[in-house]
């Protein structure tokens, strides 16, 4: 932690740095000044003992951060909304605080967007995870080693009431065996607490206790517990699906609140929310659906011809976002990860539709990027023509004029 937020000090150093640099500041730093910092240091709240010296840590220690501040409770959004407001209102482009609220529809039924059918064959595979936190509890930044415990204990018994498909294994981070982490690590399920940004916030305290994965049978339905929120609640399997990836993760999401209501003797009331915010998260960023739907769709002339951040910034205008080859500041390869940047104030199969309509796009542009290429290279050679040329070649594979024609071989 910050040296002068460890002492509830106003970190004037650093802040004066931060607040010099005219590229970039987070969100946090546009909204806590040194007034804004002194009126609002003596604040405790109700459930975690939450400060403001704590919340604004990440942004402080990681100044390239984009939001820069994590609650660590529920009352840390209304205790602390004075920075809290104005940060949701900036991340969440037209929400607004006094006026909006948000509605969480998982009816998968409504989604009325198809993928194209030269998207579906880029496609590689298709991720839909949701964050939730349990009432009882504080958010992980400010909650315990006990707090960490009792939830993973208490999604073990949940976990035993799950039906069907959904049925699986829990694997504890203390107890797994050297074969089980292998099989985790060879799957790409297994989460190892090492995000430098997510430590400064709180969320990696008391590793590796209280951390597990749930993985179901066929392996198409997860549950990271403590990873940061209480519980990623993630469906996934390959290909481009998105309806099928969709209806499991609603299922999924059901029978762990039908398991929590009957682990805990209770009819409602199991999830955090807000009457505002609807679910509530760590990171203002995740409020309200605490959803990401992504696809990793082949895209290789694209990444050659504009790299990520040009691709992203034809996501950005589509209410999407554009990754890495594995996710958030991953390497880019062959393929990209394509997922909804909006989580607040639209019902989840808005957001299922902004991916569907964005991966779609791109892949109509990889496709115009290959039959350019192809006609480019039938100017050199008639003997390679189009679109015969193309025929046979997997989808986002790179064209190869010898393997098509033996006069290729001429270029």
């Known amino acids: 932690m910050d040296e002068s937020l460890a002492k509830n000090e106003y970190p004037d150093k650093r802040m004066g740095d931060i607040h010099s640099e005219k590229k970039h500041q987070s969100l946090m730093a546009k909204n806590v000044n040194k007034d804004v910092f002194e009126k609002?240091?003596?604040?405790k709240t109700a459930s975690a003992g939450w400060?403001?010296?704590?919340?604004?840590?990440?942004?402080?220690?990681y100044p390239e951060s984009f939001v820069g501040i994590h609650a660590g409770d529920l009352e840390s959004y209304s205790d602390f909304s004075e920075i809290f407001n104005p940060v949701i209102e900036g991340y969440h482009e037209g929400f607004k605080v006094a006026s909006s609220k948000h509605v969480t529809d998982l009816n998968g039924s409504k989604i009325s967007e198809k993928l194209s059918e030269t998207a579906k064959k880029r496609i590689v595979s298709t991720r839909i995870r949701v964050a939730r936190n349990l009432a009882k509890f504080p958010l992980n930044p400010g909650g315990t080693l006990k707090t960490r415990l009792e939830i993973a204990e208490l999604m073990e018994k949940v976990f035993a009431t799950l039906p069907g498909d959904l049925a699986g294994s829990f694997f504890r981070h203390t107890s797994m065996t050297p074969?089980?982490?292998?099989?985790l690590v060879d799957d790409h399920f297994l989460f190892r607490g090492k995000d430098k940004m997510q430590a400064a916030s709180g969320y990696h305290e008391h590793w590796p206790q209280g951390r597990g994965i749930f993985?179901?049978?066929?392996?198409?339905?997860?549950?990271?517990?403590?990873?940061g929120d209480h519980l990623r609640i993630i469906s996934m399997e390959e290909g481009g699906d998105v309806n099928k990836v969709f209806d499991r993760l609603s299922r999924g999401i059901a029978a762990i609140e039908s398991g929590l209501h009957k682990v805990l003797g209770v009819d409602s009331g199991v999830?955090?929310?807000?009457?505002?915010?609807g679910c509530v998260t760590c990171c203002p960023s995740n409020l309200g659906t605490g959803m990401r739907g992504s696809v990793?769709?082949?895209?290789p002339r694209l990444i050659a011809k504009m790299g990520l951040e040009g691709i992203d910034e034809?996501?950005?205008k589509r209410q999407c976002q554009a990754r890495g080859s594995t996710g958030e500041h991953s390497a880019v390869v062959d393929r990209i990860d394509i997922s909804n940047w909006r989580r607040l104030g639209f019902p989840e199969y808005q957001l299922v539709e902004d991916m569907i309509k964005t991966a779609s796009h791109l892949a109509e542009l990889e496709e115009d990027l290959e039959k350019q290429h192809a006609a480019n290279l039938a100017k050199f050679n008639p003997a390679v023509s189009h679109?015969?040329?193309?025929?046979?070649l997997p989808a986002g594979t790179a064209f190869n004029p010898a393997a098509i024609h033996p006069a290729a071989l001429t270029l």
């Open 215 to 227: 993985v179901s049978k066929d392996k198409q339905f997860l549950l990271w517990i403590n990873e």
């Open 271 to 277: 999830f955090m929310t807000h009457p505002v915010f």
């Open 387 to 392: 679109p015969a040329a193309l025929e046979g």
């Open 296 to 299: 990793h769709i082949l895209v």
């Open 179 to 183: 074969a089980e982490e292998k099989q």
């Open 40 to 43: 609002h240091k003596g604040k």
């Open 314 to 316: 034809i996501c950005r």
């Open 51 to 61: 400060t403001l010296a704590r919340a604004i840590n990440t942004g402080i220690m």
